[in-house]
């Protein structure tokens, strides 16, 4: 406990492990530790049934599964990066969130949700310029969701899928012979 910068979560953990052995009580922990009877049990429990090491770390979150797919993202972006409602200056949360519910099945999308949506893909309604598509009609639409629909598909060895990205970088091999390298030089 006393090399280094710990996480307090962690501390806590090597202090509540600490106290066990020293015979306190559960409730005594909690008082000197300043967390509830249920960390001490499940803290002790990960001692006992699985290691120091599982007892100390953090369990993984499972947190909530995501609101919108990829093609209801998509969906989402295409408004956004249009010419806002008529009588409305620019697009807002609530007016994403009302265009979108009209497109996708969803009962309702919170303004939280499109705003976590719209941040992963660096689009800031309150700007007044940003990357978009210039023209969004159907034949674009429908080219988008063929895209978005070969990417949600399983993998098949047969029938793998090559992505290429917009970097300026040429996947060849030597395009020249190499210069072989002098005594005490270095390959080139």
């Not at 049934?49 to 953090?58: D, F, G, H, K, T």
């Not at 697009?91 to 497109?103: G, R």
Request: proline share 7%.
């Amino acid at each position: 406990m006393s090399r280094g910068k710990q996480p307090v979560r962690r501390l806590k953990r090597m202090q509540i492990l600490l106290a066990a052995d020293a015979g306190v009580s559960d409730e005594a922990i909690a008082g000197a530790v300043q967390t509830s009877g249920s960390t001490i049990y499940r803290t002790k429990k990960r001692f006992v049934e699985i290691s120091l090491e599982a007892a100390l770390s953090e369990e993984p979150r499972p947190g909530a599964d995501r609101k919108l797919s990829g093609k209801q993202e998509a969906q989402l972006v295409a408004p956004a990066c249009s010419d806002p409602p008529r009588g409305c200056a620019r697009w807002t949360l609530k007016l994403l969130a009302n265009a979108l519910v009209e497109v996708i099945e969803h009962p309702s999308v919170s303004r939280e949700t499109i705003r976590r949506r719209l941040d992963d893909n660096d689009l800031m309604l309150w700007q007044q310029k940003m990357w978009c598509i210039a023209k969004i009609d159907g034949e674009y639409v429908a080219r988008m969701e063929n895209l978005l629909d070969l990417y949600a598909e399983p993998d098949h060895p047969r029938r793998p899928v090559v992505c290429f990205d917009e970097s300026p970088i040429q996947l060849i091999g030597e395009v020249r012979v190499p210069i072989m390298q002098k005594p005490g030089k270095r390959y080139r």
